[in-house]
């Protein structure tokens, strides 16, 4: 079992940063895939991006390339995002998945959420 606490979100304007954090309890994180997702308001939850368990692959949505990083810090329980270059359209509460196995793109696939976490972003 693990329990994900997202931090970090915020109000920026267009073209700025935020660093989000996912920082989670319980057994075995190193061995999940994890996950960042949003859904903007009368929207179904999508994919955003996704990290392998040792960090070394991850798999980014097109509309987030070259401006979000994912990465992982097995150490400290902790996933982050790094999202620069910000639009409007990021806009969207960021929630963090976690799952065993492979990774996936899915919502169904991920066993484990956190609460989310607010970005808006403001042209």
């Known amino acids: 079992q693990v329990q994900l606490v997202e931090s970090g979100g915020g109000s920026v304007q267009a073209g700025g940063s935020l660093r989000l954090s996912c920082a989670a309890s319980g057994d075995m994180f190193s061995r999940y895939v994890l996950a960042w997702f949003r859904q903007a308001p009368g929207k179904e939850r999508e994919f955003v991006v996704a990290i392998s368990w040792s960090g070394g692959s991850t798999d980014y949505e097109d509309s987030v390339k070259g401006r979000f990083t994912i990465s992982r810090d097995n150490a400290k329980n902790t996933l982050y995002l790094q999202m620069n270059s910000l639009k409007p359209e990021d806009t969207a509460v960021y929630y963090c998945?976690?799952?065993?196995?492979?990774?996936?793109?899915?919502?169904?696939?991920?066993?484990?959420w956190g609460q989310g976490t607010q970005v808006t972003v403001s042209s």
């Open positions: 998945a976690a799952r065993l196995l492979d990774g996936s793109r899915r919502v169904s696939d991920y066993w484990y």
